[in-house]
């Protein structure tokens, strides 16, 4: 049995950066991840989209972007598209999660990737952790394992309240780097706000890659009545339409995505950070920056 001072479990952003500032403090420091991780693997239902000043923050290579955006489309219910400028990026998380972890490995953490955890418990004044591949013991545990968190359902911590839940559905769409730039604009990400006969509380979008498109659809999960047909109503929209009509699908993927806080998000040397505690914009959607920094404040805690 492995002795640590802090266990993470999930190696996410929020869980990469807990590591990383974990080790960097002197903290003896295991990162333990259910999925094999590299660059081609462990695909995560996610539009991928970070803003300019995170990727000079963390040096993220130029190399590893998908696309650099400059501007945002907003295509609100009254038909109109409200344009918004700025700069940011398109990415792989399955790259863009892999480039943490090393970050964290680098710093000093101890990575388990490819291994499950199956169950956890107070033994003493310690939480003994077991996995498919061994036991390990620590003080404080970083529960970075997303929404369903499995390390605080054993724990019986309460979940979400229903109505801070999204359903989304994301559909990667293979095409040429060509009509992307044709239909969407090489450098602009799509979001869709207000429609509330397609979406009654939540959004859509589309975010362009090198040559795929991430087609995303999410609503309040207690309004939804039929996920599937809802999402297909999106689909009817005009624009949309158009996108996709030389396009074709590789992967389609139901995923949930918190929307406010868990009731609890620490207890008793445990923290809960990243979507697993809540973490996300509730207008945008967007998680990677919360995540990260509550991974970080969770350490410094």
Request: hydrophobic share 40%.
């Given at each position: ?18 590591a990383k500032v974990a080790a960097e ?265 919360y995540a990260m920094k509550s991974g ?6």
């Open positions: 049995m492995k002795n640590f001072d802090i266990v993470v479990i999930g190696a996410g952003p929020g869980g990469s950066i807990a403090n002197g903290y003896s420091t295991c990162l333990i991840e259910k999925e094999k991780l590299n660059e081609g693997g462990r695909y995560k239902a996610c539009g991928g989209a970070i803003t300019w000043d995170l990727i000079k923050e963390i040096n993220y290579p130029e190399d590893k972007i998908c696309r650099i955006i400059e501007s945002l489309e907003l295509h609100h219910l009254d038909g109109k598209i409200y344009s918004k400028r700025g700069k940011g990026a398109v990415v792989w998380r399955s790259t863009f999660d892999n480039f943490l972890t090393n970050i964290a490995t680098n710093s000093g953490a101890l990575l388990k990737d490819y291994e499950s955890m199956v169950n956890i418990k107070k033994v003493g004044n310690k939480y003994q952790i077991i996995t498919e591949k061994g036991k390990y013991t620590t003080k404080y545990v970083i529960a970075a394992d997303g929404v369903t968190s499995s390390v605080l359902k054993l724990l019986k911590w309460p979940f979400f309240r229903k109505e801070d839940i999204l359903l989304t559905i994301t559909q990667e769409m293979k095409t040429s780097r060509h009509y992307i730039d044709k239909v969407l604009g090489k450098d602009s990400l799509h979001l869709f706000f207000g429609i509330k006969t397609l979406i009654p509380i939540g959004y859509a979008w589309l975010f362009p890659k090198k040559e795929t498109i991430t087609l995303g659809w999410g609503s309040q999960i207690n309004l939804i009545k039929n996920s599937r047909k809802e999402f297909k109503k999106f689909l009817t929209i005009p624009f949309v339409k158009q996108v996709l009509k030389n396009s074709k699908l590789e992967i389609f993927k139901p995923h949930l995505i918190p929307v406010g806080l868990r009731p609890i998000l620490y207890s008793d040397n445990v923290f809960a950070i990243g979507d697993a505690g809540g973490f996300v914009d509730p207008i945008s959607g967007k998680g990677i920056p970080n404040i969770a350490i410094e805690s």
